[in-house]
C-alpha cells in the first residue's frame, strides 16, 4: 500500500514538471537570436514574401507566441506531438524511428558498465592498495576523464580501420538488412526473426560504440562501487560476520554488497537518463542514427516542434529511472519500507 | 566536460558547413586556364578514361532508340534486393540533409544528386561543369527577340519509369506544381509569368522580365519532371493553393515518378537513401544497379570507412584529411574548386562605413590582402578569385587574372586617400567554419595584412543570427562575409552591383555608383546572346577588380574520396556526382 500511495504521489507530481519542461524548452528555443526562416529557407526564398508567407503558416509561425504554446499544449493534451519541419512527419513517428537506435546503445552501455563498473569497484575494494587496486583505479580515472570524440576515433582507428576485428560505423553493414520491425533494437529484432547473421553483425557494430559511451559509466560506478564498499567493510557488523567464520566470499558478496548498492543503484540510475539524453557525440562519430543526432539537428535548425517533443522525452526519461531508483531502494532497504 | 562542448560545437559548424557544402567547379589552375574571357574548360576535370560518355547531352542522332530499351535481362530481380552484390553496387558516404523527397519541395545538397539520377531536367549542363547549356528532355528551344518566351521542344522517344512517355502536359504539370506548392525551391521559378503545353510536345515558358540566367536555373532539379499521371493518382495538383490541397508528398518520399537512370528504392530518414536502377530507361542503362546513400556526418568517420573499403565515395572530407589519403594505393582523392566565395563588404555610406567609403581606401584593402596567405589557410585546391564571380562558371575571368597582393602600392592609395597613418576600423564577422573556411582565422590572418599598410582592426566576430540581421539591412561598416550561388550561372552575381540585393548592403545605390557600372548591370540583366553576355561579364568584372565596395578573399575547395576501384567519377558544381556515370 505505501508503495502504491507513493507511486501514486510520484506520478502525479511529474506531471506539472513536465508541463514546466515544454514551457522552458520553448521559451529558451525562442529567445535564441536567430529565426527558423533563416535556418530553413535559402537566402533566395527568404526574399520571397509568398514563400516565406506558406512557410510561417504551414509551420503555425504566423501566430503570436502565447497561442503558440497554448496550441502546443493543447495538441500535447490529445497525445500530438506535432509536425517536426526537418522531417515533415509527426515529431512522434520520428521519436518512434529515432529512439530505439539510442535505447539499444544506451542499454548496452550501461549493461558494460555494471558488469565491469561493479565488478572491478568489488575487486578493488576487497584488495585495497593491491597493484589491481590501483590499477582499477587507474582506468576508472581515465574512464572518467577520457573525451567521448578522442577514445572514439582512435578506436575506430585501431580496432575497424587497422585491424579489422570489429564492424565500424553505422548499425548494419551496407550489405545487410535490417530484420522485420518490430520492437526497433536490431540485436532484438533478428533475435525474433531467427537472422542470426544480423544478429551477429549488429552486435559486432555495437561493441565500438558501447565501450566508448560506456566509458564514462563504467569508470564511474567502479569509483563509486569501490569507495561505497570501502565504507560497508569497515563497519562492525562486517568484523562480526568475519568473526562468525564466514567466507570471504559470503562477507563480500551477501552481507557487504546489499548495503553498498544503494548509492551505486543511484548513480547506475542516473547514467542511464545520461546515456540516453548524452549520446550526441557518440552517435555523430559512428553514424548511429538515434535520438543524439536528431536533438542535434532539431536544435541547430530551430525545429521547435521536434525540440519540444525531444525535451520531454528526456524529462520523461530521468523522471522514469528515478522512480525506477526509489523502488529500488524500497527493495534494497528494509527501512525505507517501514518509514 | 568543456573540451566535450567545444569539440561539438566544432562538429557542429564543420556539419553544417559540410551539409551546405556548396558545389565546386571544374578548375583552372594558373597555367592550365585559357586567358581569355571564354569559361574556364575543364582541364583538370578527372579524365575516367573508361567512364560512359555523358549520357546526359543526348544528341537526338545518337540516342538510343526505345526499341533498344534495356532487355528483361537487365532488370533488378526484386530478390537481388537484400545481400547487395558488391560489384553492382556503391555505397556513398554523405551527410544526408534531406527535407523531403519530393522534387517540388527539396532544395538541399543531397536532394541535388539523387533527383539528378531520378528526375531529368529539358536543359542540363556538361558533365564536369556549368560552363554552357546543353539539350536533355528538350531537344532544342527558341527564345523571342525580347528573352520572355522560350519554346521547348521535347524529344520523342524519352519515357517514365512506368513507361509511359514524357510529355508537354507532364512538364507544365511539373512546374506549375512547383510554383503552387510555394516551398524553398520555388524560389527559382519567381520571374515565370506562366507555363503552357502548346502541342504534345513543345512547351512555352513566358517570363514576368527578361532573365538571360534561366535556362541555368532550368538545370535544378526542382524542374524535373514528373510522372503527371501517376503523381495525380497519389493526390497531387499543380492547381493553385497546391501548398495545402497537393497530397503527393509522402508517396514521393517513398517512391518516384520520374524519367531518369535510376528510381528510388527506399528512403530511411537520417539513415539511408537506395536508389535502383529504372529497367525501363529510355537512354544508355547505367552500369551501377544500387546505389546506398548512408547517413555519416563526421568527416573522420567517413574518411575510416573509406580507408576500411566499405564506402567508394566520402563526399564530404575536408581538406586537412587529404594529404594523409594520398599515401593510400586503394583510395584516390578528387580535388577541385568550389563555388563559394568569401568577400569583404566596405560600406559606401560615409556614415556607416567611414572611411571605408572612400574608393581610394576599397581598393588599397583589395590591394593589401595576402591572397596567397588566404589560399594556404583554406588548403586543398582553394583558389583567388578575379572578382566575385567564383572560377569555372560561364564567362569568369580564370585565377591568372586575380589581383595581387601590393602593400606599396596600397599604401600610396591610402595617402592619396588622406590616410597616410592609418586609421583604426572594427571587422564584423560571423564566428563559424563554412566549406572549411574558419572566419575568426581568416579575419586574424586579414588584420595582419590590413596592419601591414596602417589600417588597425579590430575584430568583431558574433553568433551567425545576430551578424546576419546586421549584414541584411546594410548596417555593416565593414564586414566579412560569403556567397553561395543560388544557381550556376554569373547573373547570379549581377546582386552584387548597384541597387540589387547584396550592392543594396553595402548601399551602393545609383546615387553614390558611377554610370559606367549601371550600364553594363543593365545590359547583362537583359542581354541573352552568350558571346555578348561574356564580353559584358568581362567589362564588370575589369570594373570591379577597380572599383566598388566588395573584395574578394578566397574561393572554396572541394575534395571526395574515391575507392580506387570505383570508376567514373565526374565532378559537377551543380550536382556533385552523377550516379549513372559510375561503374566499378
Request: hydrophobic residues 45%; neutral net charge; glycine residues 8%.
Amino acid at each position: 500500500m505505501l508503495i502504491l500511495r507513493f507511486l501514486a504521489r510520484r506520478i502525479l507530481l511529474s506531471l506539472p514538471i513536465l508541463l514546466g519542461i515544454t514551457l522552458l524548452a520553448f521559451i529558451i528555443s525562442h529567445l535564441v537570436p536567430s529565426d527558423p526562416i533563416v535556418a530553413n529557407l535559402g537566402q533566395r526564398a527568404m526574399s520571397d514574401p509568398t514563400i516565406v508567407a506558406a512557410f510561417r503558416s504551414e509551420w503555425g509561425l504566423d501566430k503570436p507566441l502565447p497561442e503558440q504554446y497554448l496550441s502546443y499544449v493543447g495538441n500535447l493534451l490529445q497525445g500530438n506531438l506535432g509536425k517536426s519541419i526537418k522531417s515533415r512527419r509527426p515529431v512522434i513517428e520520428d521519436l518512434k524511428a529515432f529512439l530505439p537506435a539510442t535505447i539499444e546503445l544506451a542499454l548496452s552501455s550501461i549493461l558494460l558498465g555494471i558488469l565491469v563498473g561493479v565488478t572491478f569497484g568489488i575487486l578493488s575494494a576487497v584488495s585495497r592498495n593491491s597493484w589491481l587496486d590501483h590499477l582499477v583505479r587507474i582506468f576508472s580515472l581515465i574512464g572518467v576523464s577520457v573525451p567521448v570524440f578522442w577514445l572514439a576515433l582512435i578506436l575506430l582507428f585501431v580496432f575497424y580501420s587497422r585491424l579489422g576485428i570489429v564492424a565500424g560505423p553505422g548499425r548494419l553493414d551496407p550489405s545487410m538488412t535490417a530484420p522485420p520491425l518490430v520492437t526497433g533494437l536490431i540485436t532484438v529484432d533478428a533475435i525474433l526473426a531467427g537472422q542470426w547473421d544480423v544478429l551477429k553483425n549488429a552486435l559486432s557494430h555495437l561493441i565500438l560504440p558501447s565501450l566508448v559511451l560506456g566509458s564514462y559509466t563504467t569508470g564511474l560506478i567502479a569509483r563509486v562501487t569501490r569507495s561505497s564498499m570501502l565504507d560497508v567493510l569497515g563497519l562492525d557488523y562486517i568484523r562480526a560476520a568475519r568473526a562468525k567464520g564466514l567466507s570471504q566470499r559470503a562477507v563480500v558478496m551477501k552481507h557487504a554488497l546489499r548495503n553498498a548498492m544503494v548509492p551505486i543503484v543511484t548513480v547506475i540510475g542516473f547514467s542511464l537518463a545520461n546515456l540516453l539524453a548524452g549520446t550526441v557525440l557518440t552517435e555523430r562519430i559512428f553514424a548511429w542514427q538515434g535520438i543524439g543526432s536528431y536533438a542535434f539537428l532539431a536544435s541547430t535548425s530551430l525545429d521547435f516542434q521536434a525540440i519540444m517533443g525531444v525535451s520531454l522525452l528526456i524529462a520523461l526519461v530521468f523522471i522514469a529511472t528515478n522512480l525506477v531508483v526509489d523502488l529500488l531502494y524500497f527493495a534494497l532497504d528494509p527501512r525505507m519500507r517501514t518509514s | 566536460m568543456s573540451v566535450d562542448r567545444l569539440r561539438a560545437f566544432k562538429h557542429l559548424s564543420a556539419g553544417i558547413a559540410l551539409a551546405l557544402l556548396a558545389a565546386a567547379c571544374s578548375s583552372a589552375t594558373p597555367t592550365a586556364a585559357p586567358a581569355t574571357a571564354v569559361p574556364a574548360k575543364a582541364t583538370e576535370a578527372p579524365k575516367p578514361t573508361d567512364a560512359p560518355k555523358p549520357t546526359d547531352a543526348p544528341k537526338p542522332t545518337d540516342a538510343p532508340k526505345a526499341t533498344e530499351a534495356p532487355k528483361a535481362t537487365d532488370a533488378p530481380k526484386p530478390t537481388d534486393a537484400p545481400a547487395a552484390n558488391k560489384a553492382n553496387t556503391v555505397v556513398i558516404d554523405r551527410a544526408e540533409d534531406t527535407v523531403s523527397l519530393d522534387p517540388d519541395r527539396a532544395f538541399e545538397t543531397l536532394t541535388g544528386i539523387l533527383h539528378k539520377a531520378i528526375y531529368q531536367t529539358l536543359v542540363t549542363f556538361p558533365a564536369d561543369s556549368a560552363s554552357e547549356i546543353k539539350p536533355m528532355l528538350a531537344e532544342k528551344w527558341d527564345i523571342s527577340k525580347d528573352g520572355k518566351i522560350y519554346t521547348f521542344s521535347l524529344r520523342k522517344d524519352a519515357t517514365f519509369s512506368d513507361g509511359a512517355a514524357v510529355t508537354a502536359k507532364d512538364v507544365v504539370f511539373s512546374w506549375n506544381r512547383l510554383i503552387n506548392i510555394k516551398g524553398n525551391p520555388s524560389s527559382l521559378a519567381g520571374n515565370i509569368a506562366g507555363v503552357k503545353a502548346t502541342g504534345d510536345l513543345t512547351v512555352q515558358l513566358t517570363l514576368t522580365n527578361t532573365d538571360p540566367s534561366i535556362l541555368a536555373q532550368l538545370v535544378n532539379t526542382a524542374f524535373g519532371v514528373v510522372n503527371s499521371e501517376a503523381v495525380k493518382k497519389q493526390g497531387g495538383t499543380d492547381a493553385a493553393g497546391a501548398d495545402k490541397t497537393d497530397k503527393a508528398e509522402q508517396w514521393l518520399n517513398q517512391h518516384s515518378e520520374g524519367s531518369g537512370p535510376y528510381m528510388l528504392e527506399k528512403w530511411e530518414p537520417k539513415v539511408q537513401t537506395i536508389l535502383v536502377r529504372n529497367p525501363k530507361y529510355w537512354g544508355t542503362p547505367p552500369a551501377i544497379e544500387r546505389v546506398i546513400f548512408r547517413n555519416v556526418a563526421e568527416a573522420a568517420t567517413q574518411k575510416l570507412q573509406l580507408e576500411a573499403g566499405e564506402v567508394d565515395i566520402a563526399m564530404d572530407l575536408t581538406a586537412d584529411q587529404v594529404p594523409s589519403l594520398k599515401s593510400n594505393s586503394k583510395v584516390s582523392v578528387f580535388e577541385s574548386a568550389g563555388d563559394t566565395v568569401f568577400f569583404l563588404l566596405m560600406n559606401a555610406d560615409k556614415t556607416i562605413g567611414g572611411p571605408m567609403s572612400n574608393p581610394k581606401v576599397q581598393q588599397a584593402v583589395r590591394l593589401a590582402i595576402d591572397y596567397e596567405g588566404q589560399k594556404a589557410l583554406l588548403g586543398g585546391k582553394a583558389s583567388t578569385p578575379a572578382s566575385i564571380i567564383p572560377i569555372g562558371f560561364f564567362a569568369a575571368y580564370p585565377e591568372d587574372k586575380a589581383l595581387k597582393r601590393d602593400v606599396d602600392g596600397a599604401k600610396k592609395l591610402l595617402a592619396d586617400a588622406g590616410f597616410a597613418k592609418g586609421f583604426d576600423i572594427e571587422l564584423a564577422y560571423p564566428d563559424f567554419t563554412y566549406s572549411g573556411f574558419n572566419f575568426g582565422t581568416a579575419a586574424q590572418k586579414l588584420q595582419a595584412d590590413l596592419a601591414d599598410v596602417g589600417i588597425k582592426v579590430t575584430l568583431k566576430g558574433s553568433e551567425v543570427g545576430v551578424w546576419l540581421d546586421g549584414y541584411r539591412q546594410g548596417k555593416l561598416g565593414f564586414c566579412m562575409s560569403l556567397w553561395g550561388p543560388d544557381f550556376r550561372d554569373p547573373g547570379n552575381y549581377l546582386e552584387f552591383l548597384p541597387g540589387k540585393k547584396v550592392g543594396e548592403r553595402a548601399m551602393w545605390s545609383n546615387t553614390n555608383s558611377d554610370k559606367t557600372i549601371q550600364d553594363l548591370r543593365d545590359k547583362a540583366l537583359v542581354e541573352t546572346d552568350p558571346a555578348a553576355r561574356a564580353k559584358l561579364f568581362a567589362s564588370i568584372q575589369d570594373y570591379l577588380q577597380q572599383n566598388g565596395p566588395f573584395a574578394p578573399v578566397v574561393q572554396s575547395a572541394v575534395q571526395v574520396g574515391l575507392n580506387a576501384g570505383l570508376k567514373g567519377f565526374v565532378y559537377n558544381p551543380q550536382w556533385f556526382v552523377d550516379v549513372s556515370l559510375l561503374s566499378k
